[in-house]
């Protein structure tokens, strides 16, 4: 799987949009969810999207689990990294995950501090890169068209 060429959301979901096919297609499986076809799963139906969502959750048990465990040269976290994350997931108490773990509740908490640090970081960085690197060219959607009324058509009219 190619993660380079999703967008975040599509990372965060699971599953991404395939224009050329009309359907959902799972990021992990391949599986492919038609729109405008009904799927059933365990006796109900449902449209593509939301099937792809029930789907992600019973074939891959979630999307989080699926992106903990992949080994993608972009999943940099530790294990360690990786059990916190579970467990702030599953709503763990601190407490909890202290005993669980045998460190402090001061250790958990400051991992969760360096976890929001580190996602501040990513976001800042994110959008620098695509300040930088993105494709600047003004889409024809973005042009406003010269209205029908207009009496002087000059240079002005070139400036969007």
């Known amino acids: 799987m190619d993660y380079g060429k999703m967008t975040l959301d599509e990372i ?3 599953y991404r949009y395939d224009k ?7 990021n992990y499986c391949g599986q492919v969810f038609a729109i ?15 099937a792809i969502i029930k789907h992600i959750r019973m074939a891959h048990n979630g999307n989080l689990v699926q992106l903990l465990s992949s080994e993608s040269k972009y999943n940099t976290l530790t294990p360690n990294q990786k059990d916190l994350l579970s467990m702030f997931y599953a709503k ?12 402090t509740e001061a250790t958990i908490r400051r991992q969760r501090f360096t976890f929001r640090e580190k996602a ?25 068209p010269i209205h029908n009324n207009a009496v002087y058509v000059d240079d002005r009219y070139l400036i969007t």
């Open 120 to 144: 501040k970081q990513a976001k800042f960085y994110l959008a620098m890169y695509e300040l930088v690197f993105e494709d600047e060219e003004v889409s024809t959607e973005q042009i406003i």
């Open 92 to 103: 763990m108490s601190d407490k909890e995950m202290a005993r669980k773990l045998n460190i």
């Open 20 to 26: 050329e096919k009309d359907a959902y297609l799972c």
């Open 12 to 14: 965060k979901k699971g």
């Open 36 to 50: 405008g076809q009904v799927f059933q799963i365990d006796g109900d139906f449902f449209m593509a999207e939301s």
